[in-house]
């Protein structure tokens, strides 16, 4: 059983920046791509971007390609979102979740974690 916790989230302004962490309570969580996925108020919840098990391999949703980097330090057992240029589009509670492989489908990843508030003003 892994653990996932999310932080970083927050208010801030159009343009602005966040990062967000997802820190894993097991060490096997290094064998796991993470994801990082999002829910609007009244919207499903959708894909952001991705990372395989060692760092190599990324996806990114096009809506954030170009703005958000997703890396990993396995050391620490956590996963990082860099958010910049941010719109009040991408408000949102972010969730990170742990898979098998690397993929933009929810049903792949079997560890999620709680989520964390980001929130855009224009």
């Known amino acids: 059983q892994v653990t996932l916790v999310e932080s970083g989230g927050g208010l801030v302004q159009a343009g602005g920046s966040l990062r967000l962490s997802c820190t894993a309570s097991e060490r096997t969580f290094n064998n796991y791509a993470t994801g990082w996925f999002r829910q609007a108020p009244g919207k499903e919840r959708e894909f952001v971007v991705a990372?395989?098990?060692?760092?190599?391999?990324?996806n990114y949703a096009d809506s954030v390609k170009g703005r958000f980097t997703i890396s990993r330090d396995n050391a620490e057992n956590t996963v990082y979102l860099q958010m910049n240029s941010l719109k009040p589009e991408d408000t949102a509670l972010y969730y990170c979740?742990?898979?098998?492989?690397?993929?933009?489908?929810?049903?792949?990843?079997?560890?999620w974690g709680q989520g964390t508030q980001v929130t855009v003003s224009s």
């Open positions: 979740a742990a898979g098998s492989r690397l993929t933009n489908y929810q049903r792949y990843y079997v560890y």
């Open positions: 990372i395989n098990w060692s760092g190599g391999s990324t």
